[in-house]
């Protein structure tokens, strides 16, 4: 996988929601935005067990944390995470980020899309059109033929 970048706003220190968490509670929220698994759509596949080594924390104390953390983001027993409010954050307005973020929602497994409320509810959520879609399909498939 290649080197990716994340921004995180200098005000999430003193943001509502994180001001009232504990340290540990920030720094798995803070890990779940920031690991090297995580992508623009804030939906991907981790095991409870990778976040185990790459955290130093116990399977427990995670599940604990994750619970505390619900209502920002979602822990599947299926392994996968969902950050919800995810494009909140992401440049909309880029094409590009629109386009990516649409194929990471397209490919995603049918099971963790019903999880998440299905595809038409994410690609709102991300303000994405299905013509942006089928452009990239398009375009796509030209690049293959040629």
Known sequence: ??????IIYSKFWNDSFITKLDPL??????YLLTNEHTNIAGIYELPI???EFETGLEKETLRV???????????FENSWVFI?????????NS????ISIAIILRELPESVKGLCGGLETLTKGFHIEKSI???YRVEKIR????
């Open 95 to 98: 094409p590009n980020i629109r």
């Open 25 to 30: 509670d920030r720094y798995i929220f803070l």
């Open 143 to 146: 690049v293959k033929k040629n």
């Open 1 to 6: 996988m290649e080197n990716q970048y994340r």
């Open 84 to 92: 919800k409010n995810f494009g909140k954050y992401q440049n909309l």
């Open 65 to 75: 944390i994750l619970t505390r953390l619900e209502s920002k983001i979602e822990y």
């Open 133 to 135: 879609v089928e452009k």
């Open 49 to 51: 067990r990778v976040m």
